[in-house]
């Protein structure tokens, strides 16, 4: 059984940082792209990073966190993180990482979730 944890989330002012964490358990953590979506009330779950698995990970990112955000992983530590800078109260949302077996931005690709973490953006 997999899980994922996240945690790091919490109230920031506008141009302020923070930094998600998303430990996993089990030993294929390694194998997998790990992502990051968010979702806010009254809103669909959206995607916001991804990153594949391998020595030379790619990223992508969605057009409204692009040059703000950056998503890494850590495969010894089975954890994957989301550096955010320069946030917004647009980006206010429960943030949620998953795991898929390829680089995907569809929810659909994703098998397993965690609980998400709150970030809240004050203006």
């Known amino acids: 059984q997999v899980q994922l944890v996240e945690s790091g989330g919490g109230l920031v002012q506008a141009g302020g940082s923070l930094r998600l964490s998303c430990a996993a358990s089990?030993?294929?953590?390694?194998?997998?792209?790990m992502g990051w979506f968010r979702q806010a009330p009254g809103k669909e779950r959206e995607f916001v990073a991804v990153?594949?698995?391998?020595?030379?990970?790619?990223?992508y990112y969605a057009d409204s966190v692009k040059g703000r955000f950056t998503i890494s992983r850590d495969n010894a530590k089975n954890t994957v993180y989301l550096q955010m800078n320069s946030l917004k109260p647009e980006d206010t949302a429960v943030y949620y990482c998953?795991?898929?077996?390829?680089?995907?931005?569809?929810?659909?690709?994703?098998?397993?979730w965690g609980q998400g973490t709150q970030v809240t953006v004050s203006s």
């Open positions: 998953a795991r898929a077996p390829g680089v995907s931005i569809a929810t659909g690709e994703y098998d397993y």
């Open positions: 089990g030993r294929t953590f390694g194998n997998y792209a």
């Open positions: 990153i594949s698995w391998g020595r030379r990970a790619t990223t």
